[in-house]
């Protein structure tokens, strides 16, 4: 790595975004997004939705924001909306969380997921252990955080990580897990075997378990399983 000067220029390089003579380049989504406009190909880089969505949610939300919910929110967000979280977690996963203390509303994940890791890193000693190819925000925020990034492949054909490789790549530097399951972008599941090992390897190594599970909802068969109802 190249000697950064700025937190911005660190969290390029992180993302390997910086040149060798300093260019910062476009991220992935802006590169295939721009060739898939040049060339009219079909773009299968960034998650575009190919319609509008459901009437009655751009109903919905139009009516509130002329209803006068169009100001601020409370900083952990609006009550309605963390007692509807705290009602989702127990509806499909028995997790009680106290919409109170226990639930923070964020403008998305990448938000929850940035605030969170630079809340817990500290510096170059702190260890992020991740699962690769991963969402390229991570590797910013990471760095932006200034600590390390340990990947952990997932391989062809089952994409599941090997045990022994994980087990390895734990230690007492480790600081967070950073679990993103279901997974993008190889739509894999996690086996309750390796979940079983994360939480093991958390607790022998006193590391902070973060899970992104934005795709919860998009898997087929079993229903998804969070981390957190894992024992332990
Ligand atoms: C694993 C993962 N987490 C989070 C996001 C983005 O979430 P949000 O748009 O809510 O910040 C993406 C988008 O590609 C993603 O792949």
């Known amino acids: 790595m190249t000697h950064v000067h700025g937190s911005w220029l660190r969290a390029a390089d992180a993302a390997r975004l910086l040149g060798a003579d300093g260019a910062v380049a476009p991220t992935i989504f802006a590169e295939m997004s721009a060739l898939a406009d040049a060339t009219g190909a ?4 960034q998650g575009f939705p190919d319609d509008e ?7 919905t939300a139009r009516e509130a924001i002329l209803s006068g919910q169009n100001q601020y929110p409370p900083g952990r967000g609006a009550p309605v909306l963390r007692e509807a979280i705290a009602e989702h977690q127990e509806r499909f996963y028995g997790l009680s969380w106290d919409p109170e203390t226990d639930i923070i509303a964020t403008a998305g994940a990448t ?8 809340a817990l890193l500290d510096g170059p000693d702190d260890e992020v ?12 925020v990471i760095g932006l955080a200034g600590a390390r990034i340990v990947p952990v492949r997932l391989r062809w054909p089952d994409f599941q990580p090997d045990l022994d490789e994980l087990s390895a790549a734990v230690t007492d530097r480790t600081r967070v897990i950073l679990v993103n399951d279901p997974h993008n972008p190889t739509g894999t599941v996690f086996s309750p075997d390796v979940r079983a090992r994360i939480v093991e390897l958390a607790e022998r190594h006193d590391a902070v378990i973060v899970t992104d599970e934005v795709y919860e909802h998009l898997v087929f068969g079993d229903p998804h399983v969070p981390i957190a109802t894992v024992p332990g």
């Open 42 to 45: 079909i773009n299968l880089g």
């Open 53 to 59: 969505g459901p009437a009655e949610v751009l109903e």
């Open 111 to 118: 938000e929850a997921i940035a605030a969170t890791l630079l």
């Open 129 to 140: 252990v991740v699962f690769e190819p991963f969402y390229d925000a991570y590797a910013a």
